[in-house]
């Protein structure tokens, strides 16, 4: 998954902090960046041996006591200073190049210094400047700059030496804070950690400001102040969908693609027991119009989305198109080996009988069948996106990963469908944004998030939608970018009870089950593609048994789909 | 073999299966007639515990299969056995369309009749050699299915409208497998039991650096120890996911010496070697970061190989 909170040049300098830091479990506190958005290394590798050689969370508990306090940003700049010294030492010795990284970053503070812009300069402390070059100007043999006596017992103290602990660090920071500031951070260091609060914080000057970095703070729930409020009614009497509520489904999300006949045929067998209570609603996003203040907010909600799915498109065209590129290349492999090679006449391999007179009739030595380069693809692949709320903070992510998916499948002349669903007043809606014929995937950037997701109905209805000439005599293969975590407002529509049961939790999990297992007996193999948090894992794997991949970012798509596809495929060849 | 036999000796390996080994050397002198088929390792296998488990199962006469990761060594550790062993070795590898006329033979024309071609399983077991099925969990399982009644205890090979061979008693087949990764699966139980199952460790820093010294004696220990290190930051990197494991790649590590004692510098020889290996140009950033945090891009030959 392209994680959109963070740039690739963040995503970068987080690896850089991972990997010096020899651990890949934590969020780091700190990332470091010159003012040109490219990641600081040397300092972001402080970043790292800091929580190698130290106690991280401490230490950050250390910078969060003073969060508040308007001399907040000096203090980093003076303590990273510190750190950085205490850290190099201790890491030199087992890390020789890191003699000329230090040398090399205190050039580039020169370099970095003398390309600041008026405003820049203007921005940054004097005194924390003054400091930073002492350090660097000692590091990389300049001249000192001159120093109040004040400034050279400062430079003194954030030498910390490579032979103090945490406790020592910590000591030397609140001693440089009291005597050079008068600041007492006194309890809040021991107080409980308040890491919550602290958000990214970002090395002043060096470093781009948070704002630039974070395009949104959502928590991947849904809580983002333009998510939709969806809640469940709680146990109030559910009320199936209404004619006023079909209106609103065809007005928001286009007319239905199958006749009015059709529609009912497919309710009358797929809305029954659990999903009773629903309606679908299979359309391809044709004439969607506004007959209410809320449709057509939704309706211009949409269309904002779709702008910002092409923005976000452009803007990284050139990793989706390399993610295109590695699939395509992947699943060409996997194709090549996977599916039958038709037989070709050869002088040696299993001899054909229906041809063997030709050996003593006509002298002809090729009798024999081996397999042929040519190759017989027999496949046909569903794509199904959630596109419920909770995919709202990653709905230009998975716009993307749908198109990388569908263009790469549709380059190896693999047939391909997508249908997004969502489940809203009842109703369960796949909206279809590529058909078989289209070679165009671009209709990925339809993709918007709001409803409720009834994964179980939506896989259900998805098995039906099987008439599409181009299907016939292939394989059907189905893969669901997901969330592992179904819940509908509509409840179960189990009679025996008298107040319906929630769609959600394990029930919900339950009845997806069902469905996925349903459609193997068909013959159909479903795979799921999770976005979500590990908290659904279990669910996920509930579900799915062993047909997932877990995508993080998009340099994973690639590998996990395929290996996933691989997985299918292997699957089908032993039935 | 003798530098064999004493590099495993001073890697402390058991001296009584060491002395078996030899015994079985001498009862089951190689075939002159595939002679040329006993392999020279270039590389040795590190690794005292699985050295040991490994002689000790194929002098029990039980076949091997060695499962892990990539990078884990396992067709060095099948190339070293069948060195040590002093057997011809037949290298099979498996793909998915490799089926039964693959492993044991097929039907062709000598220009009078339609004979029987055999296949290297055949020859293998003919010739008491060694099999090593390469990526066996590549293959159908039904493909596999020949090869039950010369895994077992019938040990013998029967073609229809051929003759039936029995193996020859110093015959072993050693499968390799990947397993670990999303899109691998388990071989079925059938198979497996056929097998002594080796689960092959990640090649620890100390071997890695053993490995490298004795490849190229003249490397400078601590350009050494950094190299050493880089893999193991790599790796760590791959299981973190943050890369894929085309860069992890232990052959590459080991062939960017070879072209830094050629007179390449670092930079290049690793580029060649381990960065160019990922065509994902954002992977390669990544990966050249990792370097760039351990080894300066221009190491000379002078250096890299002096004291």
């Known amino acids: ?575 | 073999m003798e530098d064999l036999y004493l590099f495993l000796r001073n890697e402390g390996i058991d001296p009584s299966l060491l002395d078996a080994v030899k015994k079985f050397r001498e009862d089951h002198p190689a075939p002159t007639e595939s002679a040329s088929r006993i392999p020279e390792p270039e590389y040795f296998y590190y690794g005292k515990k699985t050295w040991e488990l490994a002689i000790a199962a194929l002098l029990a006469g039980k076949n091997l299969l060695l499962a892990g990761p990539k990078a884990t060594g396992k067709n060095v550790l099948a190339e070293n056995l069948s060195a040590l062993f002093a057997r011809p070795m037949w290298n099979v590898s498996f793909h998915i369309n490799a089926d039964a006329a693959y492993l044991i033979g097929t039907d062709t024309y000598n220009g009078q009749a339609v004979v029987f071609r055999p296949g290297p399983i055949w020859l293998c077991a003919q010739q008491g050699g060694f099999g090593v099925l390469d990526e066996i969990n590549m293959a159908k399982n039904e493909a596999l299915a020949v090869l039950h009644a010369a895994l077992d205890f019938r040990r013998s090979i029967d073609v229809p409208g051929y003759e039936k061979i029995d193996l020859r008693s110093e015959t072993r087949f050693i499968g390799t497998m990947n397993y670990g990764y999303a899109g691998t699966r388990d071989l079925n139980e059938a198979l497996t039991s056929r097998f002594a199952v080796l689960d092959m460790p990640l090649i620890t820093g100390e071997d890695l650096n053993k490995l490298i010294s004795r490849r190229y004696p003249a490397i400078n220990a601590r350009i050494c120890d950094q190299l050493v290190k880089l893999y193991e930051e790599l790796e760590k990197k791959a299981e973190s996911a943050e890369i894929s494991d085309a860069a992890l790649d232990l052959r590459g590590l080991l062939d960017a010496i070879a072209l830094m004692e050629q007179g390449i510098c670092s930079g290049d020889a690793l580029d060649m070697c381990i960065v160019n290996k990922s065509f994902d140009a954002y992977e390669r950033g990544l990966i050249r970061d990792v370097i760039a945090a351990r080894i300066p891009s221009d190491l000379t030959r002078e250096i890299v190989f002096g004291k």
Not at chain 1, 164 to 186: H, I, N
Not at chain 1, 317 to 346: C, G, N, Q, W
Not at chain 1, 491 to 497: D, N, Q, W
């Open chain 1, 1 to 575: 998954m392209i994680k959109k909170q963070f740039t690739l040049s963040a995503r970068r300098a987080r690896n850089i902090i991972w990997n010096a830091a020899g651990r890949y479990d934590f969020e780091p506190p700190f990332m470091a960046f010159f003012p040109n958005g490219n990641p600081d290394n040397y300092f972001n590798m402080v970043v790292g041996f800091t929580q190698k050689w130290l106690d991280l969370p401490r230490i950050w508990d250390f910078f969060a006591a003073y969060e508040g306090d308007r001399r907040a940003e000096e203090f980093d700049e003076y303590l990273w200073l510190g750190l950085e010294n205490c850290v190099y030492e201790k890491e030199v010795r087992e890390r020789p190049i890191l003699a000329d990284l230090r040398r090399k970053r205190a050039e580039q503070f020169y370099v970095e210094q003398a390309s600041l812009s008026r405003q820049q300069m203007e921005y940054q402390s004097m005194p924390v400047y003054t400091q930073q070059e002492a350090r660097w100007a000692s590091v990389c043999g300049k001249h000192a700059p001159i120093l109040t006596p004040k400034e050279k017992q400062m430079a003194e103290s954030l030498r910390f030496p490579g032979e103090l602990d945490t406790d020592g660090v910590l000591e030397r920071m609140r001693d440089f804070l009291t005597r050079f500031f008068r600041y007492v951070p006194g309890e809040s260091v021991t107080a409980p950690r308040k890491a919550g609060r602290l958000a990214l914080r970002l090395l002043r000057r060096e470093h781009v400001r948070r704002d630039h970095l974070l395009i949104r703070t959502g928590t991947g729930e849904g809580n983002h102040p333009r998510a939709v409020s969806l809640r469940h009614e709680g146990l109030g009497r559910y009320v199936p969908p209404t004619e006023e509520d079909e209106k609103f489904i065809r007005a928001v999300f286009g007319r239905s693609m199958l006749s009015e006949p059709e529609m009912r045929i497919l309710e009358n067998e797929l809305c029954t027991e659990e999903d009773a209570l629903c309606r679908l609603w299979v359309t391809k996003g044709d004439d969607p119009r506004g007959i209410d203040r809320e449709s057509a907010d939704i309706l211009q909600s949409s269309r904002r989305q779709q702008e910002r799915n092409s923005a976000f498109y452009q803007q990284n065209a050139a990793l989706i198109r390399s993610s295109v590129k590695s699939l395509s290349a992947k699943l060409d492999t996997i194709l090549s080996t996977y599916f039958k090679h038709m037989p070709e006449k050869a002088l040696t391999g299993r001899i054909s009988p229906e041809n063997a007179f030709r050996l003593p009739v006509l002298q002809d030595g090729k009798v024999f069948l081996k397999d042929g380069e040519e190759i017989e693809q027999e496949i046909f692949v569903d794509l199904l996106l959630d596109a419920s709320q909770s995919r709202m903070n990653s709905q230009e992510v998975l716009s993307s990963e749908a198109y990388i998916l569908a263009k790469s499948l549709t380059a190896v002349h693999i047939p391909v469908r997508i249908f997004t669903f969502r489940s809203f007043r009842g109703f369960t809606i796949l909206d279809m944004v590529k058909s078989v014929s289209s070679t165009e995937c671009r209709g990925t950037s339809r993709y918007s998030a709001a409803g409720w997701n009834r994964d179980s109905l939506a896989l259900k209805a998805l098995g039906r939608l099987d008439d599409d000439p181009m299907l016939q005599g292939k394989r059907r293969v189905i893969l669901i970018m997901t969330d592992a975590s179904p819940n509908d407002s509509a409840p179960l529509g189990a009679t025996e009870r008298l107040i319906p049961r929630e769609y959600d939790g394990a029930a919900a999990v339950k009845a997806t089950e069902n469905a996925v297992r349903a459609l193997r007996s068909q013959g159909i193999r479903v795979g799921a593609v999770f976005h979500g948090n590990s908290s659904h894992i279990d669910d996920l794997h509930q579900i799915y048994g062993h047909a997932y991949v877990r995508i993080r970012k998009a340099s994973q798509l690639a590998q996990g789909v395929s290996d996933l596809l691989l997985m299918l495929l292997r699957e089908m060849r032993n039935d």
